[in-house]
């Protein structure tokens, strides 16, 4: 019966371990916020949960590769799509309720924020760009696509940068957190060196041709 | 359906039937869904769901139960402000801005339940003829004590409606009788790194400088509402809510309201105070509620307030100049322009 596992049952195994840890909490969080349970002010926690869960998540999503490489285990990319869906869910929930839930859907007061405060501002470029990375990531875009979907998702690594400054700039005073957290961006993009280094050569050598 | 409910002229939010929930009916709900506790999926994903907000959830042992002691006062009730929807006291007592004791909003109720406040000091010197030093017993005896129930708007755009009791700050001052030099009242909390542990923290106590002080002008120090508060709902002041004595300063943003104080000093000069010195773009001086002057970083223009009801609550209300004080401030300031000293 020590039939070892398949490489396809792995893939399956860590989805399912996945959707457990990411859907799970979620499920909590609305669960406690909607029925009062979430201390006094449910809403100030779910936008704060949903924030960080998102940049957990892309953090995890961008460490997936290193590690694979390290362990050479190919089949670890497999899951990259799910995490990456699932920072999109969170930061998707978190902007949600921002307007739904803190703004109550006063939606001028929303646009307004967005154009006037800079990390609101910041915010909303990277959950534009979550989105888009998010759309095409369905097999029959991706093989539409061809190469300028990898081009595409190299915004990844702005994501995470854009992301650790929205963070860092919307806290009142307590910057040990956010700081930390850009420190393990860098760090994450650290590993991909060489390619970031020729990503942004090319980008150089094609404004200036 | 939205019911206006019946308010007085100075406060008008329109808050559903559903949200104005009996406190021990609150309690009740709370109790049964922290012993139904079943989703244990743990906050792998985000790491800033605290332990009481999983109550129930991970933990056997009941973080509700505060072991602090408060002890009920007698004083004259409040019968001015009944129309006031009051934030739950539960509520009051586990959301607090004390970063003496943690910078996010459950962590003072978590860490402050074995601070000592008996014995306590508080001086009263600087500018005036007789400086006084009380202690613990003098504090809810020495001037009767009357319910204040009062607005409180965060600067962070969230208010509560909190009774309080205690008695005018004018009277304290009466006693200290302050010379002609007084012209700003400094107020300390308590600098005790270890009863206080976020003083000792850089990462615990939010990156502000410590003690913590704030100040007023002397008129609005003798202003009639504003109090020193002893206790709210009743009884005695839990810590995380500055015990043993605070000050309450109804029309300016919640930092002004010092916690946990020992020393209150009359002075000729505006001092510095903690948050103008950390941001003076962000936070100013004087502080006063006004919606038509933004936090750099968000809106001032409305407010959520804090009631019962969960994540649906359509509690966002208007906020008023001088948090609907006005008549009683107003006059304060009338030559000021308020854009500049915010
Ligand atoms: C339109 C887009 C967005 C808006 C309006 C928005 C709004 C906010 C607000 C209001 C806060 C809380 C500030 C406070 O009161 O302390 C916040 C914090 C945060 N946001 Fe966003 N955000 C947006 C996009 C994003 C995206 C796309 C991500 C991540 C992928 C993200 C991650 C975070 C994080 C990590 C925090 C800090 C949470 C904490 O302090 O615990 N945000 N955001």
Redesign the interface.
Same mark, same amino acid.
């Given at each position: 019966m020590s039939k070892k596992l398949t490489t396809s049952n792995k893939v399956l195994i860590a989805k399912v371990v996945i959707h457990? #840890?990411?859907f799970?909490?979620?499920?909590?969080?609305?669960?406690?916020?909607?029925?009062?349970?979430?201390?006094?002010?449910?809403?100030?926690?779910?936008i704060?949960?949903?924030g960080?869960?998102a940049f957990?998540?892309l953090l995890v999503t961008l460490i997936v590769s290193p590690i694979a490489k390290k362990l050479k285990q190919g089949y670890f990319l497999q899951v990259r799509r799910l995490l990456g869906l699932y920072t999109f869910s969170?930061a998707f929930m978190h902007v949600l309720n921002f307007l739904a839930?803190?703004?109550?859907f006063?939606w001028s007061?929303f646009f307004?924020?967005v154009v006037e405060?800079p990390?609101i501002t910041i915010g909303m470029i990277t959950f534009v760009l979550l989105a888009a990375l998010a759309v095409t990531s369905l097999n029959s875009i991706k093989r539409k696509m061809g190469k300028s979907w990898q081009k595409l998702h190299n915004y990844s690594y702005l994501i995470a940068i854009l992301v650790s400054v929205h963070f860092y700039?919307?806290v009142? @005073?307590?910057?040990?957190?956010p700081l930390f957290y850009m420190l393990l961006t860098l760090v994450l993009l650290a590993f991909r060196y060489t390619k970031l280094k020729a990503l942004i050569l090319s980008m150089f050598t094609s404004k200036t041709r | 359906m939205l019911i206006k409910t019946q308010s007085n002229s100075q406060s008008n939010p329109a808050i559903r039937s559903s949200e104005i929930t009996d406190e021990s009916v609150?309690l009740q709900?709370?109790q049964l869904?922290?012993t139904m506790g079943f989703?244990g999926?743990?906050?792998?994903?985000?790491?800033?769901?605290?332990k009481?907000?999983?109550a129930g959830?991970f933990d056997s042992k009941d973080n509700d139960s505060n072991n602090f002691k408060t002890t009920p006062l007698k004083f004259t009730a409040d019968k001015d402000n009944l129309s006031l929807i009051k934030?739950p006291e539960?509520?009051?007592i @586990?959301?607090n801005n004390f970063?003496e004791f943690g910078?996010q909003?459950?962590q003072p109720a978590e860490l402050a339940q074995n601070f000592n406040v008996d014995p306590w000091q508080l001086t009263i010197s600087g500018e005036c003829d007789n400086p006084i030093t009380l202690d613990y017993d003098d504090l809810t005896t020495m001037f009767p004590l009357e319910e204040r129930i009062y607005r409180l708007r965060c600067v962070?755009a969230?208010s509560m409606v909190i009774p309080w009791v205690g008695f005018s700050l004018a009277n304290l001052l009466k006693k200290v009788a302050p010379n002609s030099s007084a012209k700003y009242v400094v107020f300390e909390t308590l600098h005790d790194p270890k009863q206080m542990p976020g003083q000792d923290d %850089?990462?615990l106590g939010?990156?502000?400088n410590y003690p913590y002080v704030e100040a007023l002008r002397l008129d609005e120090a003798m202003n009639p509402l504003t109090l020193m508060s002893v206790g709210l709902y009743g009884k005695t002041l839990p810590p995380q809510n500055g015990a043993p004595i605070r000050l309450v300063v109804p029309w300016k943003y919640g930092f002004k309201s010092v916690k946990s104080i020992v020393s209150i000093k009359l002075v000729s000069k505006q001092p510095a105070t903690t948050w103008q010195k950390?941001?003076a773009s962000e936070y100013g001086f004087y502080a006063n509620v006004n919606p038509n002057h933004d936090h750099? %970083?968000? @809106?001032q #223009?409305?407010e959520?307030r804090?009631t019962?009801?969960?994540?649906?609550?359509?509690? %966002?209300i208007e906020t008023l100049p001088f948090n609907g004080y006005g008549e009683q401030v107003a006059h304060m300031y009338k030559d000021m322009d308020l854009s500049k000293y915010y």
């Amino acid at each position: 019966m020590s039939k070892k596992l398949t490489t396809s049952n792995k893939v399956l195994i860590a989805k399912v371990v996945i959707h457990l #840890a990411a859907f799970l909490p979620l499920l909590n969080l609305y669960y406690l916020a909607f029925y009062d349970q979430l201390g006094a002010d449910p809403v100030q926690r779910v936008i704060h949960f949903t924030g960080i869960g998102a940049f957990n998540l892309l953090l995890v999503t961008l460490i997936v590769s290193p590690i694979a490489k390290k362990l050479k285990q190919g089949y670890f990319l497999q899951v990259r799509r799910l995490l990456g869906l699932y920072t999109f869910s969170y930061a998707f929930m978190h902007v949600l309720n921002f307007l739904a839930f803190d703004l109550q859907f006063a939606w001028s007061l929303f646009f307004n924020e967005v154009v006037e405060r800079p990390y609101i501002t910041i915010g909303m470029i990277t959950f534009v760009l979550l989105a888009a990375l998010a759309v095409t990531s369905l097999n029959s875009i991706k093989r539409k696509m061809g190469k300028s979907w990898q081009k595409l998702h190299n915004y990844s690594y702005l994501i995470a940068i854009l992301v650790s400054v929205h963070f860092y700039w919307s806290v009142k @005073s307590e910057l040990i957190t956010p700081l930390f957290y850009m420190l393990l961006t860098l760090v994450l993009l650290a590993f991909r060196y060489t390619k970031l280094k020729a990503l942004i050569l090319s980008m150089f050598t094609s404004k200036t041709r | 359906m939205l019911i206006k409910t019946q308010s007085n002229s100075q406060s008008n939010p329109a808050i559903r039937s559903s949200e104005i929930t009996d406190e021990s009916v609150y309690l009740q709900r709370r109790q049964l869904i922290k012993t139904m506790g079943f989703l244990g999926a743990g906050a792998l994903i985000g790491s800033t769901v605290s332990k009481t907000a999983n109550a129930g959830f991970f933990d056997s042992k009941d973080n509700d139960s505060n072991n602090f002691k408060t002890t009920p006062l007698k004083f004259t009730a409040d019968k001015d402000n009944l129309s006031l929807i009051k934030t739950p006291e539960q509520k009051v007592i @586990s959301h607090n801005n004390f970063y003496e004791f943690g910078a996010q909003k459950h962590q003072p109720a978590e860490l402050a339940q074995n601070f000592n406040v008996d014995p306590w000091q508080l001086t009263i010197s600087g500018e005036c003829d007789n400086p006084i030093t009380l202690d613990y017993d003098d504090l809810t005896t020495m001037f009767p004590l009357e319910e204040r129930i009062y607005r409180l708007r965060c600067v962070e755009a969230w208010s509560m409606v909190i009774p309080w009791v205690g008695f005018s700050l004018a009277n304290l001052l009466k006693k200290v009788a302050p010379n002609s030099s007084a012209k700003y009242v400094v107020f300390e909390t308590l600098h005790d790194p270890k009863q206080m542990p976020g003083q000792d923290d %850089r990462r615990l106590g939010g990156g502000i400088n410590y003690p913590y002080v704030e100040a007023l002008r002397l008129d609005e120090a003798m202003n009639p509402l504003t109090l020193m508060s002893v206790g709210l709902y009743g009884k005695t002041l839990p810590p995380q809510n500055g015990a043993p004595i605070r000050l309450v300063v109804p029309w300016k943003y919640g930092f002004k309201s010092v916690k946990s104080i020992v020393s209150i000093k009359l002075v000729s000069k505006q001092p510095a105070t903690t948050w103008q010195k950390l941001a003076a773009s962000e936070y100013g001086f004087y502080a006063n509620v006004n919606p038509n002057h933004d936090h750099p %970083r968000w @809106s001032q #223009a409305s407010e959520r307030r804090i009631t019962s009801g969960g994540l649906f609550a359509r509690n %966002r209300i208007e906020t008023l100049p001088f948090n609907g004080y006005g008549e009683q401030v107003a006059h304060m300031y009338k030559d000021m322009d308020l854009s500049k000293y915010y």
